[in-house]
């Protein structure tokens, strides 16, 4: 027999899994979230129209596509739909930097709970980084 004994090894410690409500709160942030956001955006543009923000003015009109988006049925009414939202750049402007700031907000308040409720930083096989002071070498 030799020396080592790989097979005491193979069979190791059991492989830990997320918690299924940290899946449950990923599920319902990216759910809720582009709503928010799209509602939050809308919001912007109408106080925007009352405030006469001078950039809305760029941002006005409607969006025109190309002539192969009105041949199938289905993607002319789509099509259709959003051709006729007055200020459609700004809202999609805004909502994708109103999705991008809460969705940051959002990982940082995760991180901050799965760090308090998470499982410990070092398992049992870990050890925490030596904190030795070196002197300076010099010759």
Request: glycine residues 8%.
């Amino acid at each position: 027999m030799g020396k080592y004994n790989y097979f005491e090894q193979a069979k190791g410690p059991k492989v830990k899994t997320i918690h299924p409500v940290w899946r449950g709160i990923g599920l319902i942030i990216n759910l809720i979230l582009p709503i928010i956001a799209i509602a939050g955006a809308v919001a912007l543009v109408d106080f925007g129209k009352q405030q006469n923000w001078p950039f809305l003015a760029e941002l006005a009109g409607t969006v025109r596509f190309g002539s192969i988006f009105y041949r199938i049925a289905f993607v002319r009414d789509v099509a259709n739909y959003i051709s006729s939202i007055q200020y459609f750049k700004a809202l999609m402007i805004f909502s994708i930097a109103l999705y991008m700031l809460f969705s940051s907000i959002f990982a940082v308040i995760n991180a901050i709970l799965y760090r308090i409720f998470g499982p410990p930083r070092y398992g049992d096989t870990d050890a925490p980084a030596p904190r030795a002071k070196t002197k300076r070498y010099t010759r």
